[in-house]
């Protein structure tokens, strides 16, 4: 067969056409499963359940912290903490930790919030990513009674303080937030509310 140099050209620019017009993906690469840790209290334990629930990975299941408020992670070396190096033990330092602020009545400083992130760091991996929230806050008006009037509220107004405080080098994801319809007690999840707490959590770090 005979080609002429129309041939030849016409070829050469389908080849060439034909890599133009690939287009290579970029994928986000998924954080290692069990690579992140978190504190906090029984509100926590909600959101960990529910994350498990959805087949989050990156983050740990619940293991145990429930009534675990603020003060209970002040002290580097409080049986909180001692539970939360159990999962270290099982799971490696982790390179993100989730601080959950979680109160009774008697609140908490913004003082004890920076020694949790500070409590965070030591017991995480070097350069360790720290997400901070807020308990969750509920829809119509509703509050969590065991924090007491506009608790919640004051645990998310806590978190973000944190977030623009440049010296915590903190990332607030946003607040976690229950419906009416999901609350079991006025202020813990249902399975519906976990649920909807797990997928929230998946949106905010994966």
């Known amino acids: ?10 070829a050469v620019s389908v080849v060439f056409s034909g890599i133009g ?5 970029t994928e986000v690469q998924a954080e290692p499963a069990k690579s992140m840790g978190f504190i906090g209290c029984s509100m926590a334990e ?11 990975q990156r983050m ?7 009534g675990m408020v603020v003060q209970s992670w002040t002290n580097s070396n409080s049986a909180s903490w001692k539970l939360f190096d159990q999962q270290v033990a099982k799971y490696g330092k982790p390179t993100a930790v989730w601080v959950q602020i ?12 920076k020694q949790l992130i500070a409590n965070a760091r030591q017991h995480a991996a070097s350069n360790a990513t720290i997400y901070i929230t807020g308990q969750p806050l509920y829809d119509g008006g509703q509050t969590c009674q065991l924090a007491g009037p506009k608790g919640p509220e004051a645990t998310d107004s806590l978190a973000q ?3 623009n405080d440049t010296a915590q080098t ?4 946003g607040a976690f937030r229950l419906k009416n319809g999901e609350v079991a007690d006025g202020c813990h ?8 707490l797990g997928k929230q959590a998946v949106a905010f770090w994966g």
């Open 46 to 56: 909600n959101i960990a359940q529910g994350y498990v629930a959805v087949n989050g």
């Open 60 to 66: 740990w299941g619940p293991y145990g912290t429930g």
């Open 102 to 113: 979680c109160i009774f009545t008697t609140g908490a400083t913004y003082t004890e919030v």
């Open 1 to 10: 067969m005979h080609f002429t140099p129309f041939h030849f050209f016409a």
């Open 170 to 173: 903190v990332i607030y994801p």
């Open 161 to 163: 303080q944190a977030a």
């Open 189 to 196: 999840a249902n399975t519906v509310g976990q649920s909807s």
């Open 21 to 25: 017009s690939t287009h290579p993906t």
